[in-house]
Protein backbone atom coordinates (compact mmCIF):
# COMPACT_ATOMS: atom_id res chain seq x y z
CA UNK A 1 0.00 0.00 0.00
CA UNK A 2 1.12 3.27 -0.82
CA UNK A 3 0.96 6.41 1.39
CA UNK A 4 1.83 9.77 0.07
CA UNK A 5 -0.16 12.88 0.43
CA UNK A 6 0.20 15.36 -2.40
CA UNK A 7 -1.34 18.51 -2.77
CA UNK A 8 -3.51 18.14 -5.58
CA UNK A 9 -3.28 21.61 -8.19
CA UNK A 10 -6.38 22.67 -7.66
CA UNK A 11 -5.83 23.26 -4.06
CA UNK A 12 -2.60 24.65 -4.97
CA UNK A 13 -3.68 27.41 -7.31
CA UNK A 14 -6.57 28.04 -4.98
CA UNK A 15 -4.31 28.97 -1.69
CA UNK A 16 -2.24 31.40 -3.95
CA UNK A 17 -5.23 32.65 -5.25
CA UNK A 18 -6.72 33.07 -1.36
CA UNK A 19 -3.40 34.64 -0.54
CA UNK A 20 -2.98 37.32 -2.91
CA UNK A 21 -6.98 38.14 -2.12
CA UNK A 22 -5.84 37.87 1.57
CA UNK A 23 -2.99 40.15 1.20
CA UNK A 24 -5.28 42.71 -1.09
CA UNK A 25 -7.79 43.18 1.17
CA UNK A 26 -10.23 41.27 -1.43
CA UNK A 27 -11.34 38.45 1.34
CA UNK A 28 -11.67 38.31 5.02
CA UNK A 29 -9.36 36.63 7.32
CA UNK A 30 -12.39 34.26 8.26
CA UNK A 31 -13.04 33.24 4.06
CA UNK A 32 -9.07 33.17 4.22
CA UNK A 33 -9.41 30.38 6.78
CA UNK A 34 -12.32 28.49 5.24
CA UNK A 35 -10.46 28.45 2.07
CA UNK A 36 -7.58 26.73 3.95
CA UNK A 37 -9.54 24.23 5.80
CA UNK A 38 -11.35 23.39 2.62
CA UNK A 39 -7.96 22.59 0.40
CA UNK A 40 -6.62 20.30 3.59
CA UNK A 41 -9.67 18.67 3.84
CA UNK A 42 -10.26 17.68 0.31
CA UNK A 43 -6.77 16.91 -0.18
CA UNK A 44 -6.63 14.57 2.56
CA UNK A 45 -10.06 13.06 2.52
CA UNK A 46 -10.85 12.72 -1.35
CA UNK A 47 -8.31 10.12 -2.25
CA UNK A 48 -8.87 7.75 0.38
CA UNK A 49 -12.59 7.68 -0.38
CA UNK A 50 -12.38 7.41 -4.22
CA UNK A 51 -10.31 4.48 -3.94
CA UNK A 52 -12.68 3.34 -1.53
CA UNK A 53 -16.05 4.03 -4.30
CA UNK A 54 -13.90 2.99 -7.43
CA UNK A 55 -13.08 -0.39 -5.91
CA UNK A 56 -16.25 -1.27 -5.34
CA UNK A 57 -17.74 0.07 -8.43
CA UNK A 58 -14.94 -1.62 -10.79
CA UNK A 59 -14.96 -5.07 -9.98
CA UNK A 60 -16.42 -6.84 -13.00
CA UNK A 61 -19.04 -9.64 -11.93
CA UNK A 62 -19.33 -12.94 -13.12
CA UNK A 63 -23.04 -12.23 -14.98
CA UNK A 64 -21.63 -8.98 -16.18
CA UNK A 65 -18.46 -10.56 -17.90
CA UNK A 66 -20.89 -13.55 -19.14
CA UNK A 67 -23.66 -11.04 -20.38
CA UNK A 68 -20.52 -8.92 -22.56
CA UNK A 69 -19.04 -12.00 -24.20
CA UNK A 70 -22.20 -12.90 -25.00
CA UNK A 71 -22.77 -9.64 -27.10
CA UNK A 72 -19.69 -10.55 -28.46
CA UNK A 73 -19.70 -13.49 -30.01
CA UNK A 74 -23.72 -12.02 -31.12
CA UNK A 75 -21.98 -9.67 -33.10
CA UNK A 76 -19.35 -11.61 -34.48
CA UNK A 77 -22.38 -14.25 -35.35
CA UNK A 78 -24.01 -11.34 -36.96
CA UNK A 79 -27.25 -11.91 -34.81
CA UNK A 80 -27.27 -8.08 -34.24
CA UNK A 81 -27.60 -6.94 -37.70
CA UNK A 82 -29.63 -3.91 -37.76
CA UNK A 83 -32.33 -4.17 -40.15
CA UNK A 84 -32.91 -2.04 -43.32
CA UNK A 85 -36.09 0.70 -42.81
CA UNK A 86 -38.50 0.68 -45.48
CA UNK A 87 -37.29 4.01 -46.79
CA UNK A 88 -34.22 2.78 -47.63
CA UNK A 89 -35.07 -0.40 -49.61
CA UNK A 90 -35.16 0.35 -53.15
CA UNK A 91 -37.98 -1.10 -55.18
CA UNK A 92 -37.19 -3.53 -58.62
CA UNK A 93 -37.04 -1.80 -61.67
CA UNK A 94 -38.95 -3.20 -64.94
Do not use: H
Not at 22 to 44: C, D, E, K, R
Not at 76 to 81: D, K, Q, Y
Request: hydrophobic fraction near 50%.
Amino acid sequence: MQVGVGMTPRGEVGLIVALIGLQMNMISPGAYAIVIFMTATTTLFAPPILRVLFRSSSAPTAQTSGARLEAISDLRAGAAAVPASDSLKQEPTK
